[in-house]
């Protein structure tokens, strides 16, 4: 996700129908805005779309999950 030239992602890999995000990275000039959380609705929604599940294998992503219960039925 690019904001003002710098570059905000998620790592992920594919296990079949399931999405394992291993990585959510927010460059430091970034940080605090609500960028991450930003990134990780859009992954979410995409994931729900494509009619897939996730795993969230870095604290980042595990907190926004359970901080977010509209995505729980989306958990693997």
């Known amino acids: 996700m690019d904001v ?3 570059v905000a992602f ?3 890999r ?3 129908r399931t999405i394992v995000i291993t990585h959510v990275e927010t460059p430091a000039a970034l940080r ?3 960028i991450a959380s930003r990134l ?3 992954v979410l929604e995409t994931i729900r779309h494509e009619g897939e599940k ?4 870095c604290s980042f992503a595990r907190a926004f999950l ?3 219960p509209e995505y729980s039925n989306l958990k693997s």
């Open 54 to 57: 996730v795993v969230a294998a």
């Open 32 to 34: 605090g805005h609500g």
């Open 66 to 68: 359970s901080e977010h």
């Open 10 to 12: 998620a790592r992920y």
């Open 4 to 6: 003002d030239g710098d």
């Open 40 to 42: 990780m609705g859009g």
């Open 14 to 16: 594919r296990e079949g």
